[in-house]
């Protein structure tokens, strides 16, 4: 491994960005300790980054800047067991693929899957899921790299603690090099999308929820127009999307249109109210089935600023509708839809659904617009019940704050400091929701 040119790094939305000390590309866990043993003697942090896809500062490395694109080895797949094994930088898309081909499936996701495996773990990325949770759940060992150059494995065996501090650790405990994964045998989804009103998507929540494997839904802000998403398992065969229906939907209308239309609002605010009616009103019903990672996710090329927030399951339906009469009483003019979905208890230390059925709320601005405002108000409803930030989704929380919401922060705090006492793996960030 060899030190690279410097140059700025910024993250998918363009809010973040760097210029290390210096550079460089591991392909190793062995090469990954060497550079954290040489950060250490020369002084600076290190950090690994992901694919940038984080809105917080979660990946800024102000010392060395570790990139992945050389870690992405399949170590090991055993499909007796669904055990797999991948290095860090493997992006979402590649595992997903490689899994397929071993007829494997990850049994929960979020909706993108351009991140590194570790950068998706690492931020307690989740998805929706009545039964399945969220990816630091489907985890069964990490390999990691202290701060003091030591390579060790953490799993619900070995070092139990470090396990469930690590899934969600935010690379402040170590720099995940290798995670193995518990995988089930390969699904069909059906998904069953279909447009329907604020008042009746908040009266069908619970049923929603307790009849769907995986619900969500979105609302169209200005507007009484949600999107409901259902998605089931089923034995098939497949009936996929056609290709021309695929581009038309999920290329042209959701990126291309979607783009343009953000660029008007961006300019004449005031007519924000007026295209969204038009954007609920054209959505449709469309049903199809395909393989489980391609109902899951889908392609995103319209930049945006987001912020999530995990609340209890049972303030949900109060808490829509205590955010919908904010947009009664403020100025906002929001273009992007507001998304709902929810998942089962986590035990991962940081995990935003730790210890509770958890919802969650995200809102969106295009990357362009002032976020401050919109996301301030949403921000403080949602903190008043108990709220806890997506770690790689923008917030103001500190740690005072977020130890009164996290029961185990203050062990994870604790093998912080006995970890990495001298804050070799620290940023910014880290420092502003762990402490010093």
């Known amino acids: 491994m060899s030190p690279q040119t410097t140059r700025t790094w910024r993250n998918w939305a363009g809010n973040q960005q760097v210029t290390p000390r210096r550079t460089a590309t591991p392909r190793t866990a062995g090469e990954v300790a060497d550079a954290v043993r040489s950060a250490a003697r020369d002084g600076l942090t290190v950090r690994m980054t992901g694919s940038g896809h984080s809105f917080t500062g979660a990946a800024v490395a102000e010392g060395v800047l570790l990139r992945p694109a050389a870690l992405t080895r399949v ?25 397929d081909e071993h007829g494997l499936a990850l049994a929960n996701m979020g909706d993108i899957q351009e991140q590194t495996v570790a950068g ?33 494995t953490c799993s619900a065996d070995e070092r139990a603690d470090l396990f469930d501090a690590a899934r969600a650790g935010l690379g402040a405990l170590g720099i995940v090099t290798a995670i193995t994964w518990r995988t089930v045998p390969a699904f069909l989804l059906r998904a069953q999308e279909e447009p329907m009103r604020w008042d009746e998507v908040l009266a069908r929540v619970d049923e929603f929820d307790a009849a769907n494997e995986h619900f969500e839904f979105y609302w169209f802000p200005h507007t009484e127009g949600c999107l409901t998403k259902r998605n089931n398992r089923v034995e098939g065969p497949a009936q996929p999307l056609s290709k021309m229906k695929h581009w038309l939907d999920d290329r042209f209308l959701s990126n291309t249109v979607f783009g343009a239309v953000n660029k008007v609002t961006h300019v004449a605010p005031a007519s924000t109210p007026f295209v969204n009616g038009i954007s609920a009103k054209a959505l449709g019903a469309r049903t199809y089935s395909d393989t489980s990672y391609k109902v899951f996710t889908s392609p995103r090329t319209v930049r945006f ?73 949403v921000e403080n409803l949602l903190t008043a019940l108990g709220g806890r930030p997506h770690w790689g989704k923008l917030h103001t929380r500190d740690a005072a704050y977020l130890e009164k919401v996290y029961p185990r922060y203050g062990d994870f705090r604790s093998l912080r400091d006995e970890l990495d006492p001298d804050r070799r793996f620290a940023n910014p960030y880290t420092t502003r929701v762990f402490g010093d």
Do not use: C
């Open 120 to 152: 998706a773990l690492q931020t307690a990325t989740h998805g929706t899921g009545r039964d399945a949770a969220g990816l630091a759940s489907q985890v069964a060992a990490l390999e990691l790299v202290l701060a003091d150059g030591t390579t060790v």
């Open 305 to 377: 600023k987001e912020q999530e927030y995990a609340i209890p399951r049972e303030d949900l339906v109060p808490a829509l509708r205590e955010l919908r009469s904010l947009f009664a009483r403020e100025d906002w003019r929001i273009s992007f839809p507001i998304e709902v979905r929810l998942l089962p208890q986590e035990d991962a230390w940081l995990s935003m659904a730790y210890g509770r059925p958890t919802a969650f709320i995200a809102v969106h601005v295009y990357h362009r617009d002032a976020h401050e405002t919109y996301f301030r108000g």
């Open 75 to 99: 170590r090991s797949v055993d499909t007796a067991t669904g055990l797999v094994t991948v290095e860090a930088g493997l992006p979402l898309h590649a595992f997903n693929r490689v899994l």
